[in-house]
């Protein structure tokens, strides 16, 4: 068996209203919360990069695990806001969690997609033997040029698991991929901002690999979509995940407790395991868990977990995710440009 | 601050290494070689947990830029930032920023917490300094 | 130990002084000292320098030689003392001491700075170096702003106001009136401190001692040579000299300058006095908290009681002790490297009788020179 047995998220503090982007766009503000289904997101700190959000997260993941950092054989961060185009964030974090020297680390970039990606690498070394206890994480602080309608949603935070083989608090039990070159969305190398294809992202994009992995998952693991109590998709907006779900046969009552998207806006690497986090901060013992995520270039990723009996016993270890969305700061659009250093 | 000086003091800036006297059991962060309190030259490494409380504390409203604008100084960005000493649960002091609060939230004897957060970066093409400031314990 | 006297001084205008070079300004003060000594350079045996940062103020180390040079004292020793702030007052300690042993009998004392020619953040950057770099700057503590927590600390334990530290700096801008080498000869109210710029709270922009140039210096000699060259020498009755951790955090008590306490527990022994015997007090008050720490620590009224020391007048000229009657660091001005220099000048001037409009009558005066956030302290004890 080989399975979660710590997950931590972080969530900045600070959060701008989509009625304060859409008075320095220029737009209707109820307009766009309608058609994004989006009320607020969070913001960075000045002070905060992908590096800092994945070690606060990951603190809160060893509060759960009850392991030593020490123990740990491999961290993998996926993110499209890696501090350095080159050098590491895995070392940064890793040594700020108190790891040892002798771990194995890269850094990944899959769009939206680069933390479940994580999460399947980490999943092979643990299931194969070849590392006891591993990392797996996804953080960003997503950019957006002003002006983009990305600017509504481009968010900041990220969730960290740790994968081991004992002491598991959700298991995985199975993970298929769905990917093809379909240029949605992009940033070229030395670029600010990225840029994308509209209307482009949706159809051919998100809902073609979202719905194909998960059929091919349900496929697999010979299960139905009411045989789930939760599922987690990607959420570039609030919209976007409950219509692909509703497409799949999921209810609102599945989709709920993981979308976070209208509070926290499309925290990019983090968005669908930070839906992951949320559903295990309630999960009970017994309780399904589907999640699709949907990385832009394209592809995605699709995971069956089921929940132990184990999770009653670490789950208030630490903060939660909603203590993340309770606890902010809210923010005017001039401090977040400063924030953000546009 | 230099590569080789910011990169010798990681485990002070991102884990609060100190030491701890075997001896007379005296703390200290930053880590010292020997014990001012009875002169044991064989000190042991204290990991410190970050927990403790606000003895004193300002309001930085005039930061340390770098003159020649090479250094993208998250202090001189920030500005007003709210700068502490902080006792340590086990005694030493250190001096550090307080982070994600309003000003009038910060009082002397208010329990922090340490978080992990940028200091300085070196301009856009320059290494980017990590290390701890404190959070209020709500 | 042989008995030391000041048989000279002499000092430039402080201020913006933008015609005149670190070197101008050393030679201008050393040149008067040596006429108000009337000796000739040639009469000099030894230098002491203090100046805080030649390299980064005006981007030149080797001072002493570069000082000996221009004031035509040809091939002497001269030293460079550096103790951040104190840097003059070391200077002073360290040339007693020479002359003390035996080992020369005249010694020529400067201190100089010249901080104007780089902007402002460099100088703020330049000063932070005496606070400890990786353990203080580095995380965000600029100079106002170490003293700013002492201020919140002294006023959360003891009730001190803003109001009180405000008056430090109205007497000090008073006294300046009179001394024709401060830099700033304005007369300032409470309202005007209080309604002036915040800088760190609670510290406002006349809280603080101003960036200044300038230079000021002291002929020594040893009583042998005093009382052959000088009909009113000052002796150096008491010295002392005291360290403290560096950062200000890792002091046992933030609002206590533990090397105050000590340097000035020697002074007064050696001296055989006490604060009650003391007619005037030049103190090191960077900031107008340095101020109510200062009398604090040095003995003049209870720790916690500055404050209302202050505000009852206590250490106004014609007060039971006054303080810095030449304007202070906040009025006369900072030249850091001069600082303690000048305070010793000042003592000299008062126990001469030569402070114009400021005189105190004091047989007994002492000077109070801080580096640092407290880091180190020299206190001298002078009578006529």
Known sequence: MTGIIGWGAYIPHYRIKAEEIAKAQGQDADTIKSGLRIEEKSVPGIDEDSATIAVEAAKNALKRANILPTEIGAIYLGSESHPYAVKPTGTIVAQAIGMSNNYTTADLEFACKAGTAALQIIYAMVKSDMIRYGLAGGIDTAQAAPGDPLEYTAAAGGAVFILGRENIVAEIKDTVSFTSDTPDFWRRAYQKYPSHGGAFTGEPAYFKHIINATELLLKKVNKKPTDYTYAIFHQPNGKFPVRVAKKLGFNNEQILPGLLVPKIGNTYSGSSILGLAAVLDIAKPGDTILVTSYGSGAGSDSFDIEVTDQILRIRNKSQSVQDYIDNIKYIDYATYLKYTKK | MTVSKFWRNIPQYYNLIGKKCPECNSYYFPPRDVCSQCGNHKLEEHKFDGRGEIVTFTIIRTPLMDPEGEVIDIHAQTIPYILAIVKLEEGPKLTAEIVDCEIDEVKIGKEVGAVFRKIVEKGPHGVIQYGYKFKLVR | ?384
């Not at chain 3, 020793?77 to 200077?91: D, F, K, N, Y």
């Open chain 3, 1 to 384: 130990m042989r008995d030391v006297a000041i048989i000279g001084v002499g000092q430039t205008k402080f201020g913006q002084l933008w015609d005149k070079s670190l070197t101008n300004l050393a030679v201008e003060a050393g040149v008067k000292a040596c006429l108000d000594a009337n000796i000739d350079q040639k009469d000099v045996e030894v230098i002491y320098g203090g100046t805080m940062s030649g390299g980064l103020f005006v981007n030149q180390e080797h001072i002493a030689s570069l000082l000996s040079d221009f004031s035509g004292f040809k091939n002497i020793p001269s030293i460079r003392v550096e103790a951040a702030c104190a840097s003059g007052g070391l200077a002073l300690r360290q040339a007693y001491i020479d002359i003390a042993s035996g080992l020369h009998d005249i010694a020529v004392v400067g201190g100089v700075e010249k901080m104007t020619d780089i902007g402002g953040h460099s100088v703020t950057k330049a000063l932070a170096t005496a606070a400890s770099q990786e353990w203080e700057a580095f995380f965000g503590a600029t100079f106002p702003g170490l003293y700013a927590m002492i201020a919140k600390l002294h006023m959360h334990k003891y009730k001190t106001t803003e109001e009180q530290l405000a008056m430090c700096a109205v007497k000090n801008h008073k006294n300046a009136l009179n001394n024709p080498f401060a830099q700033f000869h304005k007369k300032i109210q409470v309202e005007d401190v209080l309604n002036s710029t915040m800088v760190a709270d609670p510290l406002k922009l006349f809280d603080c001692s101003p960036v200044s140039d300038g230079a000021a210096a002291v002929v020594l000699a040893s009583k042998q040579k005093a009382k052959e060259l000088c009909d009113a020498p000052v002796w150096i009755s008491g010295s002392g000299h005291a360290t403290d951790a560096l950062s200000l955090h890792d002091r046992e008590d933030i609002t206590t300058l533990k090397a105050t306490v000590e340097a000035a527990k020697q002074a007064y022994v050696q001296a055989k006095i006490g604060p009650k015997d003391i007619g005037c007090v030049e103190v090191h008050d960077c900031f107008t908290i340095a101020e109510i720490c200062a009398i604090e620590d040095l003995g003049f009224c209870k720790k916690g009681e500055g404050g209302r020391f202050t505000e009852q007048g206590n250490t106004e000229i014609g007060g039971r002790i006054p303080v810095n009657t030449s304007g202070g660091l906040k009025a006369k001005g900072h030249p850091v490297g001069a600082t303690g220099v000048a305070q010793t000048i000042e003592a000299v001037l008062q126990l001469r009788g030569e402070a114009n409009g400021r005189n105190t009558n004091a047989e007994i005066a002492m000077m109070h020179n801080i580096g640092g956030s407290g880091g180190t302290a020299v206190v001298h004890i002078f009578r006529r």
